[in-house]
């Protein structure tokens, strides 16, 4: 039966009321259009494709823009009630890492359907900061420069900030200040920067290995001390912005992403002590998505909601800041996984039973 079909392969598990099986026993997609909603069958999708082109054949993948803008609408709206109900002071800005998918019509989506939100972009590259200066024209929206820099990218993006992009590069290694400082006197241009650090908290999941003390990326506190007192010395200390840090992608536990919250809230609020201005703090990636539909904290799921990600992450900087009399910071994420997961669609033909 239709209940069985659905049973069987758990649509309502890990379909996130995107996929569905219509009376037929096809799979459908729910799309939207001008507030209107239809379930569509990939079956139908094809057996068109088929009759129009006589040389269409599977494999093929389908990319659905309307849960792309979802995702992205349910991300920025649930942050922004979580803030709203539990008084927080600062806002949500959210970004989308090109890594995660760097296609032409992917970036250009996310600019077009994340204008509303003023959702931005993370690059690791120069070729991804060029893809992102392409297609991301919004002002407000931040554009965070992670990842190896040589000075041609930091050249492009000092460019950038000077024609009003909200550029932040992101120090991940000693040497990298030392550069970003040359060139900022070079071009006459003041960066913001951001620092990305290393947390004691361990990660979870497949990719726990890249957080924590022994992660390779990100500065340990030490080498945090040492920047601050080289901001200092170079009288650059106003260009500090932004606290960042990554738990790793996928992580299954909420858990592990509050105690990574709290942890680095304490390190943001002695940033300000020392006298940096701050104002975002970046809790990196790792909105997991529930593969198997099983609500379990383990590699292929998750063990909680979106709206529970965003309660406990909201709760935990709000009461270190709060303990610290610090003004509360605008919150940032860099959920790309938990945005175009759902949106593209790979179908071909069964082979065998």
């Not at 940032?332 to 790979?346: H, I, N, Q």
């Amino acid at each position: 039966s239709i209940e069985d079909a659905k049973e069987l392969y758990g649509f309502e598990g890990w379909g996130h009321g995107f996929f569905g099986v219509n009376k037929e026993g096809e799979t459908t997609v729910r799309l939207e259009s001008d507030g209107d909603f239809a379930e569509v069958s990939l079956m139908k999708i094809i057996r068109g494709l088929m009759k129009k082109n006589k040389n269409f054949h599977l494999p093929a993948l389908f990319r659905f823009p309307d849960l792309l803008y979802a995702r992205i609408k349910e991300l920025n709206e649930t942050f922004r009630e979580e803030i709203r109900n539990q008084g927080y002071k600062g806002r949500y800005r959210g970004v989308y890492p090109v890594k995660v998918n760097q296609q032409q019509q992917v970036v250009k989506e996310v600019c077009e359907y994340g204008r509303k939100y003023h959702h931005g972009m993370e690059v690791g590259s120069k070729p991804e900061l060029l893809a992102a200066l392409a297609f991301m024209h919004d002002r407000e929206a931040l554009l965070i420069c992670n990842g190896y820099k040589d000075a041609d990218f930091i050249d492009l993006a000092l460019h950038a900030k000077k024609l009003g992009l909200n550029i932040v590069i992101v120090l991940e290694m000693p040497p990298e200040l030392e550069m970003v400082l040359e060139r900022s006197k070079a071009l006459g241009i003041d960066p913001v920067l951001g620092l990305r650090i290393k947390l004691s908290t361990k990660g979870s999941g497949h990719w726990a290995d890249s957080a924590g003390d022994r992660s390779p990326f990100g500065l340990n506190f030490s080498q945090t001390i040492h920047v601050i007192d080289q901001l200092k010395a170079a009288n650059k200390l106003k260009c500090l912005k932004m606290l960042h840090y990554h738990q790793g992608s996928q992580i299954p536990k909420v858990s592990t992403v509050r105690l990574a919250a709290q942890e680095a809230s304490r390190v943001y609020a002695n940033l300000v002590k020392e006298g940096a201005p701050m104002g975002l703090l970046n809790l990196g990636g790792g909105l997991a998505v529930d593969y198997s539909g099983r609500k379990m904290p383990d590699e292929n799921s998750m063990n909680y909601s979106l709206r529970e990600y965003s309660a406990d992450i909201v709760e935990a900087v709000q009461k270190i800041m709060d303990d610290a009399d610090i003004p509360h910071p605008d919150l940032v994420t860099e959920s790309g996984r938990a945005v175009v997961a759902y949106y593209s669609v790979l179908a071909f033909d069964i082979l065998d039973v």
